[in-house]
């Protein structure tokens, strides 16, 4: 399956994304595949059977969102460097969003910009982070402040991939696909209630799925002016949960589950779901074993910690919120108070 994303802006960055179709892939320069040692012990043989190129590096950068820092962009560039990469070779991401986060960030800014491709082996880079051009790296004050907007040339998902996928990063990757399904279609949502997404055919039906879901809002959105904010549904409670942790007691996934029920708290309170709606999406959740709650020590720095968020302006904190299953709602005026209220059940 092929699908395409082509920005209403006409500019020179549109691409496609093949689900299941990675076959011979040619370049006339270098190559650089950038991973870490899972994925390179597990997949790496694979994929070089299927790559062609004057020559083929590789960058292994340690595992895990902790390792998304400046010290593995300076990896990767000095590799770059050292083996005289231009502007007519390649960089290929392969494994999760941390790597493919890093690698588009490098060829964003290695010579002012040097074409990547990506190639997701979980399930929350494959449904989400591996699509849209996104790019970066945490830093103290929070996640993915440092980084830039840099569309890759081509993204290949391969289901095959997901076989050896752990059952804690597979639930990682569910949250990703039960957060687009709750924004934009209720019948992507209903369905998933009945589905079975350990069962490979339900699970390429809801790859694809979400995968177009991202296409339509990226392509109209680019650059997060607008709707493709509501990609965010989760993510401003999840990624000050991550930074108050250090990015270690939870996967990505895992933090933005938690983050979907905070923010569905908060949509109970401002009546815009029902309590069967946020109860069903707290069901579909656990059933993947995802985790639902989060002790907050302090409330007054939690809240706090929203005013860095990439979301807010002018001190006013961006809320995406679900109104309903299967629709979606943007708030800047909602009372401090009342997201105090909401930080307080996670408190005690």
Request: glycine share 6%.
């Amino acid at each position: 399956m092929k699908i395409d994303i082509t920005f209403e802006s006409k500019n020179e960055s549109n691409y496609s994304i093949y689900i299941d179709e990675l076959k011979k892939l040619s370049f006339s320069g270098k190559v650089a595949i950038i991973t870490n040692p899972k994925v390179a012990g597990l997949h790496l043989k694979t994929l070089l059977q299927s790559i062609s190129a004057l020559e083929v590096y590789i960058i292994t950068l340690p595992d895990g969102e902790q390792y998304k820092n400046q010290q593995s962009i300076d990896t990767v560039l000095e590799s770059l460097f050292n083996h005289k990469f231009n502007r007519n070779d390649t960089l290929i991401a392969f494994g999760g969003g941390v790597i493919g986060d890093m690698s588009g960030f490098c060829a964003a800014i290695y010579q002012r910009g040097v074409d990547f491709i990506q190639i997701p082996t979980t399930l929350l880079a494959q449904v989400d982070a591996s699509v849209g051009g996104k790019t970066g790296i945490n830093s103290k004050f929070g996640k993915n402040l440092i980084g830039a907007f840099y569309q890759p040339k081509a993204v290949y998902i391969e289901s095959e991939f997901l076989k050896t996928l752990p059952k804690r990063e597979f639930g990682a990757g569910v949250s990703e696909i039960v957060k687009m399904a709750v924004t934009f279609d209720r019948e992507f949502f209903l369905w998933l209630k009945s589905a079975d997404l350990y069962k490979k055919e339900d699970l390429q039906i809801a790859i694809a799925k979400s995968v177009k879901i991202k296409a339509f809002v990226v392509s109209q959105d680019e650059k997060e002016k607008g709707i493709r904010a509501v990609l965010n549904y989760g993510h401003t409670f999840a990624h000050v949960i991550e930074n108050e942790t250090n990015y270690s007691r939870y996967l990505h996934g895992e933090a933005v589950a938690i983050g979907i029920c905070m923010a569905n708290e908060l949509a109970f309170k401002l009546s815009l779901l029902e309590e069967d709606e946020l109860l069903s999406i707290k069901e579909l959740l656990l059933s993947y074993g995802l985790p639902t709650e989060y002790k907050i020590e302090n409330i007054d720095s939690f809240y706090e910690s929203f005013l860095l968020d990439k979301k807010t302006d002018n001190e006013k904190i961006t809320f995406i919120l679900a109104n309903k299953i299967g629709e979606h709602i943007i708030k800047q005026d909602i009372d401090k108070e009342l997201v105090l209220s909401v930080l307080k059940e996670y408190s005690s």
